[in-house]
């Protein structure tokens, strides 16, 4: 993919998406799942007995793009790429969801970044990994209890974001796999 497409390109393409998924995932939270009900969020199973807001794969989706962002385009542009996310929300979102969803963005990618930041160098997938544990353990505490009220659907969230974040490790690793036995060729 490298050969095709250069890493600002690349960075470019993930700082737009990382800004979507956050209107995408508060239209899904409120309107897509296996189980809706009138006065919460949609929900989804992500392990056997545990069910999540359905957004939990788009939240989980933000805290590796936020590091594709600061990996290929720098802290700077990731930084401004928060907070335009955060004002997005704010302004997209439905009206029950809109401090939860801005203030669990805003707070989460922060300390995404304040984790991955000091060990992307040494160990990314490391970083990729802790980055968005940490991230997703405030974004589900923060968005639950001041969208819906409630922490009820905590583990769920914790656990469904963790899957993307080791989903990108694991291609991460992979990758640069692929990518050193390219090289030795």
Known sequence: MQKYFSNRSIGLFSLIL?????????????????????????LIPVWPGIMSPSAVLFAGLALILRDAVQSLLGKSWTLVAIVVGALLSGILSEPAIILGSTCAFL?????????????????LSLAIILSGLVGSIVDSIIFLSLAFGSLDFVVGQVIGKFWMSLLAGGMLVVWNYRQRSAVRL
């Open 18 to 42: 990382f800004i979507l998924t956050i209107p995408a995932g508060n239209w899904v939270v409120m309107n897509v799942g296996t189980v809706c009900p009138p006065d919460g969020p949609c």
């Open 107 to 123: 707070f989460s990618e922060l300390a995404d970044f304040a984790v991955y930041t000091p060990l992307r160098e040494r160990h």
